[in-house]
């Protein structure tokens, strides 16, 4: 398949989640709590590249060509995405990263109110659970693995620990194994349950094909966060759509700061290569391979 069918998957992706996400925050009517309702909408609805639903979608395509249709991948794809919006408005609170600028727009903080957003990221992280236990055509047993991986990748022992982590590190010199580490938690877990979960909504149960997904995952993942960092330092603010430069500001580690621009660009390329191998034992991974060349090609 060459770039063209990623691109209409892609498009079909998007608009299919986007107007599943849409309806999810769509308040009832007489709705009292309708601000709420906004600052969700203004996180989850405001852009975005929609990767981890991409990644769930193209995962699940693996093992069912009719993924598109398929609700359980549908609801899996959205809960992600409202998981990873409310890490973003909480990352930006004044009491995180302190970033006044998302996707190019105000942070949510900025655009309501702090409090506001606080209650809009609890809010978008318990709907994503609720949505999940919606998912139709799918066995009680599936939905609990689904709940389970994303619980796993935002929780503790994954985005939320890795953000704990990354707070503690602002000023440190932590050494490569550290900060690969830091953002196997803080990143690549959600990309982890992306994949994972793509794979087990389309009904794989297989423990060898689940392994050698979460590889390929952890790869991309990997391969991700190098990119933001390669990419902190040489895009502009507009093209990035928040602060250029914002990691070195504050004094975070980065994969710039410890291996260079080229020891970077080097580390990456090998992040990437490690998760096409990996790729290598599946028939109809087409698009889970074009996006590990776009997640390390895109710039911004």
């Known amino acids: 398949m060459g770039q063209n069918s990623l691109e209409s998957f892609s498009h079909s992706v998007i608009q299919r989640v986007d107007a599943h996400l849409k309806k999810l925050l769509d308040p009832e009517e007489g709705c009292q709590a309708e601000r709420l309702f906004q600052a969700m909408s203004y996180a989850t609805l405001n852009g975005g590249k929609r990767i981890r639903p991409l990644l769930c979608f193209a995962s699940a395509h693996v093992f069912d060509e009719f993924a598109l249709e398929n609700d359980a991948i549908l609801n899996s794809a959205c809960a992600l995405e409202?998981?990873?919006?409310?890490?973003?408005?909480?990352?930006?609170?004044?009491?995180?990263?302190?970033?006044?600028?998302?996707?190019?727009?105000p942070?949510?903080?900025?655009?309501?109110?702090?409090?506001?957003?606080?209650?809009?990221?609890?809010?978008?992280?318990?709907?994503?659970?609720?949505t999940l236990t919606h998912a139709k055509n799918i066995q009680p047993p599936q939905k609990l693995t689904l709940v389970r991986l994303l619980a796993e990748g935002a929780g503790a022992s994954g985005m939320a620990g890795g953000q704990m982590i990354d707070?503690?590190?602002?000023?440190?010199k932590p050494d490569l194994d550290a900060l690969m580490q830091m953002?196997?938690?803080?990143?690549?877990?959600?990309?982890?349950?992306?994949?994972?979960?793509g794979a087990s909504a389309a009904g794989c149960e297989d423990k060898n094909q689940l392994a050698t997904l979460k590889t390929y995952a952890e790869n991309i993942g990997l391969a991700f966060q190098i990119?933001?960092?390669?990419?902190?330092?040489?895009?502009?603010?507009?093209?990035?759509g928040k602060q250029q430069g914002a990691d070195a500001i504050r004094d975070k580690p980065s994969y710039v700061s410890i291996l260079g621009i080229d020891g970077a660009k080097g580390k990456l390329h090998e992040a990437h290569s490690q998760a096409i191998?990996?790729?290598?034992?599946?028939?109809?991974?087409?698009?889970?391979?074009?996006?590990?060349?776009?997640?390390?090609?895109?710039?911004?």
């Open 82 to 105: 409202m998981i990873h919006a409310y890490s973003l408005i909480h990352d930006d609170l004044p009491a995180m990263d302190d970033d006044d600028l998302r996707r190019g727009n």
């Open 107 to 130: 942070s949510v903080h900025k655009q309501f109110d702090e409090a506001t957003a606080i209650l809009a990221g609890d809010a978008l992280q318990t709907l994503a659970f609720e």
């Open 167 to 172: 707070l503690q590190a602002v000023g440190e």
């Open 183 to 197: 953002h196997s938690m803080k990143t690549g877990a959600l990309i982890c349950a992306s994949v994972l979960m």
């Open 227 to 240: 990119q933001d960092d390669i990419l902190d330092c040489i895009a502009d603010t507009n093209t990035l």
């Open 277 to 300: 191998d990996a790729l290598g034992g599946f028939t109809n991974c087409s698009f889970l391979t074009q996006l590990a060349d776009f997640i390390v090609e895109r710039t911004h």
